[in-house]
């Protein structure tokens, strides 16, 4: 620890830590532009100057380590006049057009040049003027208002992983580009929004939509992927108007992904806004008591063991209870199932589904294996995290079969069943790796759990590692990796065939149900014959398309719901709007159709809703089930890494122009950084 | 100055020759396996007197490549430094001291000299297409100013009429003689030595 002075005032700091931070820690406020926590240090704004005692000029802060014994003033007369005069040379050049600049009111310049900077401008000489330069479909840019804090620079080459970005030229005339202008292809890069303290890369899709103080800001969270980013929402009125990452170190620190920001825009189309009745083959609008009345009716006179129901891939917690309770309570059923893939989950202990070695906890890894998943595309701020420890700690990264750029490098080795058979042997060399390992993390894709041998790759995989001694209270280095937001909760309501077989999906195939309720699923596998489909949902994609009734619901910024995490956390998401038109809070839909049918209602409120759920996940996720492992056979196969299709992978998603425009373009681009 | 223009022509492909190759694989041993980077400014350098005294972008690409390196980071050395073209110049490439030493002595003349003479602006072709001109920093030859750099030589003590002499010569495909226009050897004093005269060697 050392001993500092700052304003007078005593502080120990840890050593590494620098004169910035030190000042941060005596409750001295440093203005600054380039420097930022998550990234190297730059020291280029000089905006963070400070005195120190026995230094004839002022110092970068945040360049400069602390030390035993510092003296640092912040507030002199000195320190003051240092800042204006860097404020002033950072403004001869800045454009000064706040009022048609989106980032104005929310804009780092704009707020320091208001207290740290002085009322006018001495710069009498023209101004400097650079073209705009393309950077893709996310990203807008007006380079004359860029005050070269690298920010951007050094983000796209430490975090996403991408090389692309630059400053080209110097002096008065260095100008940020992507090399020849081409978009960034990366699915972080709309972050550098975010971090570009002025108004130079702004949203393109945001583009004078709305100034920051008309918004309604929501803190929620985020249901593209299963990381459960923590996000904030900014609506006006109805409209999600844009979607901001929230810091949370455990999680997603401070990225969001490209699809978490940009998605918002399919919230607004294609939406279902009124039920909808098939009559004559024909979809017709109809009010709700009649759509209700069509469904009680059908289900009234169908046997309960032809009725299934399936949950969707952003279905939240309360709506998956809901309609759990609605099939054991109402309709006295137990087809009720989450998977729309035959995917093999040993639901005996809550740690065989989850992310064990945790998001944060990947970090400190010091052997990743990869098995059938990508998690640049199923995980985008989890392959962040890997990155950021390959970085740190040059780890060993292991993928079975060539997955494509991961924006690290990785060893490849066979993609066969036979090499995982050859590692539980003790055959093959990864065994060693292993064994030798503090910290493994082996890291199971869905693909994984669809094959014919999954229960064998599962168990006896578990089996090596609780063996070795990988599987403690310390460190649990078994993960599997689940694509969807709503998958984790379900497993943790039971949400699945009995002992998770796959008797339901199987049933469905052989159609052999009469009813189908699509609770948000549009993904589901199967070619419809009689059946007679319930679709429960915000948008009109594929489960609509097949439906004979459509009940409007709402998505994740529309009402209130629980969402688990990969690694298992429980969190909440808020409303932020309100459904539109007709469309209801799903969980309601469900209770009202219940009453429909029996006459009473489910739930008195969502309170009663709430407190029964967390009850039962209280008792289930203490508990061990009673989970029989089937019996299981290897069989030598390939662990092929199903492509997830990034930008269009779940209905909000394919509802979005941005995600479209974004897939088209990432299509058409020709390779380009470090390729080949 | 300016940002650099990209020239919009652009050859194909580019790649070392034999000897560049080997020039440039010796230049890489010069650093620390792994940190081969390094050597980004020396071989841009031999792709620009490889290609006629220019750096196209498949050349900065090769260099990426053979360095292991992002475009990107090419991109950005060749633009920041003035002595890279990143267009074509002419084969005899007049660059004109312009800092104050030489401004003081009449540099602006030989400007408008090259402007008259060769192209009315920076970096263009001449009409015949053989000569072009640019201003540039301080060449370090102060003591003889005004000067220009002819390619790789230096002339020196010039005034207008010195340069359109020169210029003539050139587009009869003569170099003429470099070094002091005045008849001075090196920067020696004119009119003989003023000091150090008891000293033999100086």
């Known amino acids: 620890m050392l001993k500092l002075k700052v304003n007078d005032i005593d502080v120990e700091v840890e050593e590494g830590t620098t004169v910035l931070q030190a000042c941060e820690q005596a409750g001295a406020e440093i203005p600054r532009f380039c420097y930022h926590e998550k990234l190297s240090i730059a020291g280029n704004c000089r905006m963070c100057l400070v005195e120190m005692e026995k230094s004839p000029k002022p110092i970068a802060s945040c360049a400069m380590p602390a030390a035993e014994g510092m003296v640092l003033k912040t507030n002199t007369e000195k320190v003051k006049k240092a800042r204006k005069g860097v404020m002033e040379f950072l403004l001869a050049n800045h454009p000064l057009d706040c009022p048609v600049c989106d980032q104005g009111g929310e804009c780092d310049l704009q707020d320091q040049s208001m207290y740290y900077g002085i009322d006018k401008s001495r710069f009498k000489e023209n101004k400097r003027y650079v073209p705009e330069k393309y950077m893709g479909p996310l990203i807008k840019t007006q380079m004359t208002r860029c005050i070269h804090c690298t920010r951007c620079i050094r983000f796209a080459t430490e975090v996403a992983g991408v090389p692309e970005l630059g400053a080209i030229g110097r002096g008065e005339n260095m100008q940020i580009t992507t090399y020849l202008e081409k978009a960034m292809e990366s699915e972080l890069s709309a972050n550098v929004i975010d971090l570009c303290p002025v108004g130079a890369l702004t949203s393109k899709p945001y583009v004078f939509e709305a100034r920051p103080w008309e918004l309604k800001k929501t803190e929620t969270i985020d249901v593209m992927d299963a990381v459960g980013s923590n996000i904030r929402v900014d609506t006006y009125g109805w409209e999600v108007k844009r979607v901001l990452p929230r810091i949370n170190e455990e999680i997603n620190e401070e990225w969001i992904s490209d699809k978490t920001r940009y998605a918002c825009d399919g919230l607004k189309n294609q939406r279902l806004d009124t039920p909808y009745v098939k009559i004559n083959n024909k979809l017709k609008p109809s009010s709700w008591d009649e759509a209700f009345k069509a469904v009680s009716e059908r289900i009234s006179t169908t046997k309960s063991e032809k009725i299934a129901g399936f949950i969707g891939d952003m279905t939240n917690m309360e709506t998956t209870y809901a309609a759990k309770d609605f099939f054991e309570k109402t309709i006295k059923s137990e087809n009720l199932e989450s998977r729309y893939e035959k995917l093999y989950i040993n639901t005996n202990v809550r740690s065989n589904y989850l992310f064990n070695s945790s998001i944060e906890g990947i970090e400190k890894s010091d052997l990743i294996i990869l098995i059938g998943t990508n998690p640049r595309f199923e995980a985008t701020i989890l392959n962040s995290r890997i990155r950021k420890n390959y970085l740190k700690n040059k780890t060993e990264i292991i993928s079975l079969g060539d997955v494509g750029d991961l924006t690290y490098p990785y060893q490849v080795i066979s993609n066969n069943t036979d090499t995982i058979k050859d590692i539980i042997d003790n055959k093959h060399e990864i065994s060693k790796k292993i064994k030798k390992s503090k910290y493994p993390s082996i890291i199971f894709g869905q693909s994984v759990l669809k094959l014919k041998s999954a229960p064998y790759i599962f168990e006896e995989f578990k089996k090596y590692l609780l063996e070795n001694n990988k599987i403690s209270d310390d460190w649990n280095a078994l993960n599997i990796l689940s694509k969807n937001s709503s998958t984790v909760g379900s497993y943790d309501l039971n949400v699945l065939s009995k002992n998770s077989s796959y008797e339901i999906l199987n049933k469905l195939e052989n159609n052999n149900f009469e009813i189908l309720i699509l609770f948000g699923q549009d993904n589901l596998n199967f070619e419809k014959k009689n059946e007679f489909i319930i679709y429960i949902g915000s948008h009109g994609d594929k489960g609509a398309s097949i439906a004979d009734v459509i009940l409007p619901g709402a998505t994740y910024t529309e009402q209130d719901g629980y969402f688990t995490n990969i690694e298992g956390k429980l969190q909440k998401a808020y409303k932020a709007s309100y459904p539109p038109g007709e469309a209801k809070e799903d969980w309601q839909i469900i209770n009202e159709l219940s009453s429909f049918i029996k006459r009473k209602n489910l739930y008195k409120d969502k309170n009663q809703l709430i407190d029964s759920l967390i009850n039962y996940l209280n008792l289930n996720n203490k508990n061990e089930t009673d989970f029989e492992v089937p019996e299981y056979n290897f069989k030598s196969e390939k662990i092929i890494t199903e492509e997830i299709d990034y930008y269009h992978s779940n209905v909000i998603a394919r509802a979005s122009k941005t995600m479209s425009e974004c897939k088209n373009i990432r299509m058409s681009l020709p390779k380009t950084g470090t390729d080949n | ?202």
């Open chain 2, 1 to 202: 100055m300016a940002i650099k223009k990209i020239s919009k022509t652009q050859p194909e492909n580019f790649e070392f020759n034999k000897k560049n190759k080997e020039t440039a694989d010796s230049i890489i041993k010069n650093y620390p396996s792994g940190k081969q980077q390094s050597a980004v400014m020396a071989l841009l350098y031999l792709a620009q007197k490889q290609n006629d005294n220019w750096i196209p972008l498949s050349a900065m690409k090769y260099i990426a490549k053979y360095l292991d390196m992002p475009y990107i980071k090419v991109y950005e050395v060749a633009t920041f430094y003035s002595m890279y073209n990143l267009t074509p110049v002419g084969k005899y490439f007049f660059q004109v001291c312009t800092t104050t030493p030489c401004m003081l002595r009449g540099a602006y003349n030989l400007v408008d000299v090259c402007k008259r003479k060769i192209s009315e602006e920076e970096n263009r072709l001449s009409k015949d297409g053989k000569t072009s001109w640019l201003e540039v920093e301080c060449l370090g030859a102060c003591v003889n100013a005004p000067m220009l750099q002819l390619n790789e030589d230096y002339y020196e003590d010039l005034d207008s009429k010195k340069l359109e002499q020169i210029i003539d010569k050139i587009s009869n495909d003569e170099v003429p003689q470099p070094g002091s226009y005045r008849g001075r050897l090196s920067s020696e004093p004119e009119n003989t030595r003023k000091t150090l005269i008891g000293n033999k060697n100086a």
